[in-house]
Structure formats: C-alpha cells, structure tokens
T-cell receptor, first 116, second 116 residues
Framework: AQTVTQSQPEMSVQEAETVTLSCTYD???????LFWYKQPPSRQMILVIR??????QNATENRFSVNFQKAAKSFSLKISDSQLGDTAMYFC?????????????FGKGTKLTVNP | DAEITQSPRHKITETGRQVTLACHQT?????MFWYRQDLGHGLRLIHY???????NKGEVSDGYSVSRSNTEDLPLTLESAASSQTSVYFC???????????????FGPGTRLTVL
C-alpha cells in the first residue's frame, strides 16, 4: 500500500518570502502522479499543482513549484513571494496510474501561516 | 455551471441513529469518492464508485455504506452512528478514463458531522 508522509505539521513564513513544504512517499509503482492540495479556512479543497512521475521536469504553476526526486521518493512544494492568501492547510497526495481509477492517498497535512 | 454539492453542511446526531449524507454532481462524472478528514490523519478514503451500480470499499469503510443508482448522486449512509464517526466528510468526483491517463478530482464543500 502507498503511504504519504508530511513531516512538518505546522510552518510559518513572512509575507513575500519563500517557503518549502516537504513530502515523502512510499510506493513500488513506477508510474504515478503526485499532487499538492490547498485547503483554506473555507474548507474547500483546491488543486495547486501536479507532477507526473514519468516526467523529469519539475512542475511549476506561477508562484508554486515542486522539487520532485523520484529515486528519493520526495516531492516538496516551494511557494515563492508568499501572500496572506496562501495561509491554509496543504496536503500532499499520491495517485497510482490505473487508467481512470484515480484513488488519492493523502498525507496528514501541513498548516502554513503567512504572517504580515 | 457544473458543480458538486453536499448536504447538509452541518449535522448533529446521536449515537445509534442512521445518518445519510448527500452528494450531488452535475458534471456527469463516472467516478465519485467519499473521504473523511480528521485532525492528524489528513483525508482518508471511505468508499468510491466508478459508475452506476458500482461501489467499492476504501481504507476506512467499516460502519459506512454507499449506493449508486444514477450518475449524479452517491449518498453516504452511517448505519448506526458512533462518536468515532465525528468528522468532516468530503465528496469528490472525476471524469473517469475518457482516454486520459489521469483526471482531476473535484471536491465538494464538505459536511461537518457531530455524533453525540
């Protein structure tokens, strides 16, 4: 079974600075997908960024980027120029490539606070 | 606009009562999922469905059941509510195969259930 570990229960950062959230996972699969979800106080789950395991290039979405290390099974999220609206819970998630089955396995989350 | 809704948004019930949480999506998605979110556990998969009349157990299915009689709805039933089932429940849906290697899961707003 796949497991996802987020070792940082809470983190804080000053507005406009950069912060990195860590995630490691365990799997015997070769093809899979990794995701970062954001959950603000509204509770809505929002997909921030995804990474396909077969792609060597790290994914980027505006201020959000990942450092994907397949051999180390590591998938960290970097938030640049942090904004107050980035305050949220962040969940790392894993999905096997099963042609449409799409079950997600989540980590326990990291609570990020952006301070003014 | 297409959307996924959950009702009720908040519910308080008593131990031993049967409770049903509704999930309705208007995307015509094949796949639907139920997760529960607890502090220190992230989101964990309860049940999922890949289409009408199809249901499958997830990681934490004991005490829960689902049925899929149409594409739009996947109600979650707690047969005899227990205090351990106090949680926030999220429904999600995704397109299904559609020839793509993966499909994004879209989440509902969540239902906060308290069992006294």
């Amino acid at each position: 079974a796949q497991t996802v570990t987020q070792s940082q229960p809470e983190m804080s950062v000053q507005e406009a600075e950069t912060v990195t959230l860590s995630c490691t996972y365990d799997t015997s699969e070769n093809n899979y997908y990794l995701f970062w979800y954001k959950q603000p106080p509204s509770r809505q789950m929002i997909l921030v960024i995804r990474q396909e395991a077969y792609k060597q290039q790290n994914a980027t979405e505006n201020r959000f980027s990942v450092n994907f290390q397949k051999a180390a099974k590591s998938f960290s999220l970097k938030i640049s120029d942090s904004q107050l609206g980035d305050t949220a819970m962040y969940f790392c998630a894993f999905m096997r490539e099963q042609g449409g089955s799409e079950k997600l396995v989540f980590g326990k989350g990291t609570k990020l606070t952006v301070n003014p | 606009d297409a959307e996924i809704t959950q009702s009720p948004r908040h519910k308080i019930t008593e131990t031993g009562r049967q409770v049903t949480l509704a999930c309705h999506q208007t995307w015509n998605h094949n796949n639907m999922f139920w997760y529960r979110q607890d502090l220190g556990h992230g989101l964990r998969l309860i049940h999922y469905s890949y289409g009408v009349q199809d249901t499958n157990k997830g990681e934490v299915s004991d005490g829960y059941s689902v049925s899929r009689s149409n594409t739009e709805d996947l109600p979650l039933t707690l047969e005899s509510a227990a205090s351990s089932q106090t949680s926030v429940y999220f429904c999600a849906s995704s397109e299904g195969s559609g020839g793509r290697r993966w499909n994004e899961q879209f989440f509902g707003p969540g239902t906060r259930l308290t069992v006294l």
